[in-house]
Structures are given as C-alpha cells and as structure tokens.
RNA sequence: GUGGGUAUAGCUUAGUUGGUUAAAGCGCCAGUUUGUGGCACUGGAGACCGUCGGUUCGAAUCCGACUAUCCACC
C-alpha cells in the first residue's frame, strides 16, 4: 500500500502528519478552504490566501462544471493557472451538490440525471463524467463520485446505494487512471480519493470501508455525516469506521464542521476537514473567536473599538474595530463580508495550526480540554 | 383665496358592502446556518388608524369641523 501521509506524532488516535502532494505539502490536521466557483465567497482572491493561513482550496466540480464550464477551465490551463493559487486544490465530485441542490434528479446505476440550478436544462453526471470533469480542472485531489444520503435512511436503502457508490468507485479508478495516461490531461498525477458511506448503520460503514480501500487509493473520505444525525452519533461511526481505514492514507470527515466537531474527530484520528461554516456565518455577520462565536450584526457592537477577537492576529483583527465591522455588515457594504470572511478563515486555519502544534507538544489532550467549551460558546 | 385629493407601525403602503386580538414589505431587535444556489431562513418588538365631535349595538371604514400635506385654478 502506498503511503500518502508521513504520520510525524501521534497522541491517543490523534495524528500530526504530513501530505506531501504534487502542489506541496499539507501540514495535518487541516482545514480546507471553500471556493465553490473558483473563488472563497465573500470576495478572498487567492492573493489574501497566505495571508489567511490557508493550505487547500475546495473547489466545486458541480458549480464549474455548470460555469464556466470545465473544458473552458482545462483551455485556460487549469484550476491552478486559472485561479492563480499554486497549492493543493481538492475537487468534490459533485456527488453532493447533485443530491442536495439539483432538482427533479433521477439515480440509475449509470449515474444521476438532473437539472441545473442555473437554468433547468437537462444533466447527466456519473462516474466517468465526474472524473472527466474533474481532470479538466486539473485538480490536485479528485474526489469519487458518490451518493450522499441524508439521515436518518432506511437500511435497505443505505445498503443499497453503498453498493452503488462502490461500483461506482471502481469505474471512477478506471477512468481516471485512462485520463492521467493521456498526453494532453491537465495533471497527469492526479489523485482519487475514495468516500466511505452507510448512513448511522456502522456494520455497513465497516463493510464499506473494507471494500474500499482494497483498491489502494490516495487518500480516504467519511461522507454522509453531518447531514440531519446527532454530533454524538457522527463521533459514534467516526470511532466505527477509524479502525478500518489504512493508517498511511489520508483521512478526510466531509463537510465537518464546527470548532468542537472538528476537535472530536481529530481526536478519533482524522487528518483533514472542509466546511462552509466560517465563510457562510461571516457572511450573515457571525465571527468565530477563542473566548465563542460572536454575531456582529448585534447592536451591542455598534460603538465596540476592539478588534473581532482581542487574541487573534489576523489582519482584520490587527487593523479594524467591531464597530467598524458591524457598520459595514449593517450597511451591506461588500467590505464587511470580506472582513467577516477573512477573519473566520483566518481563526480556523490558526485554530487548525494550534491542535498540530498541541499534537507535536504531545498536548492535545490538554488544549482539547481547555478550549472545547470556550470556542462553542455563543457570547 | 377657490375646487379636489390624501392623512393607518420609524418608512412605503393594504384594509373588501361599518362586525372578534388592524395586514404586508423595508427598517429595527434577536436566533438559525456543517462535502455553499452571494447576501438566505425563522422568530420578536413596534399603530389608542391626523385631532375633536357626531351617527350606530358596533367606526380605520359613514357624517361634520379643525389641522397638516399634495395637486389644479385664480
């Protein structure tokens, strides 16, 4: 089995690690960056991303496949020439977006039939056009094209789109090995990422992960969580499924999540983590801060000259007052947004440096418990 | 000065032939956001319906006067 990540310390299940991809290294555990259309919304350009500590973009291959369009991105070079960020690019494979936005979607073994959220017309997506897709955009890290089942799920089901989600696995691999083999491919070293399934039902979890990493893939992803299941119940498979997943690969929770999800499950041994939340919440004023998450929107903060979070480094924080912010948010001036945005990415990326750095000092445990209740709190 | 129109929540307005706790949008106050349809969603507070008088069992609604404001004309 080939080693994907060079585990440096490890504390309980906890790992400290390094990926060391064709775009460089990704320092684990890590938060990965969303940029859905080739951009972090709320106007962050790939210039501000060293600046915010960011290691991984997140790229969606259902919103550039739909625009502008992923054979535009491949004659411009790329997702990397394109966006002008030279580190590691992660692709989703759609799988997601087809089962959560899309409307009228139609699943058969082939794959889903669709229609776009822009304007309805007609899409067919499976495996292979997943794979395709995303080789166009030359991302660093393909991921596989699954079902993603919201909970709670019949068994039966679960059972049988796991299944599925397999067999569309192996075609994936096919594919992408065919794609990487061809002269005029993006990048020709592209990697496939495998996603465990099996909804809240760990005996189909175990058994899915067990199939899956039989094909000795570069790295391997927990879906289907954090989609309407308790936090207890996601931690209860998390610890269900670790076992099972090869110990030199990368390990992906999907979507996750909050300040204290992500510190429960890199306490349960993963490696990496992408969510919405501290881009979305900033965009409705939410800010994410050591001593809790604060709205800034909230008019006790209208004449507040401190920064966002009085220990935080970011160049919001070390520039601007949460008067300042507030204003703006209120006033829906762009600036705000980007602010927000630039801020809660920031806190993430150092909150993400704090655990490795807990985790080389061999004091997880300690900052886990020190900071678990602080950061979850709403002040 | 004459004729006509309009006065309902902070703002813009809806209120059917007079009939229970007067409605909506924006704003305000708060909450929710977990592999992101870019500014969303869910709540809440807030109006003695311009003033005074009359008709009526009952008036935002009908009548009168007054006040404010708009339009036209002199």
Redesign the pocket.
């Known amino acids: 089995m080939k080693e994907r990540i060079r585990i440096i310390r490890t504390e309980g299940k906890a790992r400290r690690g390094e990926i060391h991809t064709p775009h460089g290294v990704i320092q684990t555990p890590a938060f990965m960056n ?1 940029a ?2 080739g ?5 962050v350009s790939a210039l501000d991303l060293k600046e915010l500590k960011c290691q991984v973009q ?1 790229c ?1 291959t ?2 550039l496949h739909l625009r502008p369009g992923d054979e535009t991105v491949k004659k411009l070079g790329g997702l990397h020439k394109f966006t002008n960020w030279q580190g590691p690019i992660l692709t ?2 759609g ?3 087809v ?3 899309a ?1 009228l979607r139609n699943i058969k073994e082939e794959g889903v039939t669709f229609s776009s ?2 304007d309805g017309r007609k899409i067919f997506m499976g495996p292979e056009e997943s794979m395709r897709i995303q080789s166009n955009l030359g991302s660093t890290i393909a ?2 094209f ?4 919201e909970n709670p799920a019949a068994y039966g089901y679960v059972e049988e789109s796991c299944a599925r989600t397999l067999r569309w696995l192996y075609r994936c691999k096919e594919e992408l090995d065919r794609l990487n083999a061809k002269e005029d491919t993006v990048n020709r070293s592209q990697w496939l990422w495998g ?1 465990n ?1 099996g909804s809240t039902y760990e005996d189909l979890r175990k058994q899915h992960m067990r199939d899956i990493r039989g094909l000795d893939l570069d790295g391997y ?1 927990i ?5 309407g299941e308790t ?1 207890e119940e996601m931690y209860r498979i998390i610890e269900a499924v670790e076992p099972e997943m090869p110990s030199c690969k990368p390990r992906y929770l ?5 300040l204290a ?1 992500i510190l429960e499950a890199v306490a349960r041994g993963i490696d990496m983590f ?8 900033a ?4 800010a994410f801060t050591m001593e809790g ?1 604060r ?1 800034l ?4 903060y ?1 004449l507040d000259e401190n920064p966002i979070d009085v220990s935080c480094g970011c160049p919001v924080c070390k520039n601007h007052t949460r008067a300042y912010v507030h204003h703006l948010l ?1 006033s ?1 001036e ?1 600036l705000g ?1 980007r602010l927000a945005v630039m801020h809660n990415l920031y806190f993430y990326n150092s909150f993400m440096e704090k655990i490795r750095a807990a985790l080389e000092a061999g004091a997880f445990q300690a900052f886990y418990k020190e900071t678990v209740n602080k950061v979850s709190a ?1 002040i």
Request: one cysteine or more; glycine letters at 10%; hydrophobic letters at 35%.
């Open positions: 969303v859905t259309c951009a972090i919304k709320g106007a997140l969606n259902y919103h989703d494979s799988g997601s977006q089962f959560s936005l409307k959220h822009i991921m596989a699954d079902e993603c089942i996603i399934q992803a879906g289907g969580l954090a989609v936090a999907m979507g996750v999540g909050t999800n992408d969510c919405v939340m501290p881009t979305r919440n965009r409705h004023g939410h998450c709205n929107m909230n008019a006790k209208e209120k829906k762009m947004m709403r």
